[in-house]
């Protein structure tokens, strides 16, 4: 991607994406995974389904989502008269690229009597495709929704699937996808930092590994999990999600201790998401300056990935 000298930095490159928001009337959306920075200067922070929500019902002209791109690509879907603009178009995620929608189509080919739930980390296109999509807050409630009898393919992340199965009791067809940063996590970095803090409660998203899971004293969502430990009496917390979050954690919870669960990689004290940290303030000021790069699809395949956004939104 060409990017072009800016003469600002710090506080001035922050003013400067203050003052074109103001102009352009734009409302700029962010995940918990995004730099603390893009986070602090954010109107909202959340998570996918938060931010699908908030995009939904926005008053602003432009939209300039700080995730990745199918996030933004959500946000386009509910809201096609608003402009979407994304800081760095090539921020992707492992679990969109796990499922291409050739496959997907072969996929539910094959079983044609299952109902499709898939999880938002997908693209357009495989939206398209599926009966219901569903976000990690609410998969359980979901699926809690399907008759019983009806079978049920859940795409992309065996992880999260297999998770959802074991706390709903309902066997599941999973695609064989996963979150690179979530199965990165080393089970023996992490039982070493418990002996380390014995006092410390281990808290996780469910995009992790099983073996991971079995060792959590909680497990949520981002948005769940910080709700957890503002609830919660501990001190200490070994977070096993994209470090990200613990900006939002330290800064409602100034005086308990966050220590980011540590990847397999022995030289990486923490596992950033590598999609979500393609963004910068530099970007994020550069794509409200150009109106660029912009989340533009087709009306037939917008309005085919809506019916299952929508359907979720109604079970959520
Ligand atoms: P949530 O923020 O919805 O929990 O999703 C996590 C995630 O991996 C986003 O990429
Ligand atoms: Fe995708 Fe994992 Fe990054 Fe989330 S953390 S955007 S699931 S690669």
Known sequence: MTSEPIEFAGKALENEILKLKKELNAVILAHYYQESEIQDLADFIGDSLELARKAKTTNADVIVFCGVHFMAETAKILNPEKTVV???????????????????????????????????????????????????????????????????????????????????????????????????????????????YPEAKI?????????????????????KLLQYIKDDSASVYIVATEPGIIHQMQKTEPHK?????????????????????????????LCMKNLTPKIEMSEDLRLRALAPLEKMLEMS
């Not at 808290?203 to 948005?223: M, R």
């Not at 999609?275 to 970007?283: A, F, V, Y």
């Open 203 to 223: 808290i996780a998203h469910p995009e992790c590994e099983e073996i991971l899971l079995s060792h959590a004293d909680y497990i949520g969502s981002t948005s």
């Open 86 to 196: 994304i800081p760095d178009l090539e921020a992707g995620c492992s679990l969109s690229d796990s499922c291409p929608p050739d496959k997907f189509a072969a996929f539910l080919k094959k079983h044609p009597d299952h109902i499709a739930v898939t999880y938002i980390n997908c693209s357009a296109e495989v939206k398209a495709l599926s009966d219901i999509i569903c976000t990690s807050s609410n998969a359980e409630k979901i699926i809690r929704k399907i008759p019983p009898g009806r079978p049920i393919l859940f795409s992309p992340d065996k992880n999260l699937g297999r998770y959802i199965a074991k706390v709903t009791g309902r066997q599941m067809l999973l695609w064989d996808g996963a979150c690179i940063v979530h199965e990165a996590f080393s089970e023996e970095r992490i039982l070493k930092l418990k002996l380390e």
């Open 257 to 285: 201790m966050f220590i980011p669960a540590p990847p397999q990689d022995e030289t990486c004290a923490c596992n950033n998401c590598p999609h979500m940290k393609l963004n910068t303030m530099e970007k994020l000021y």
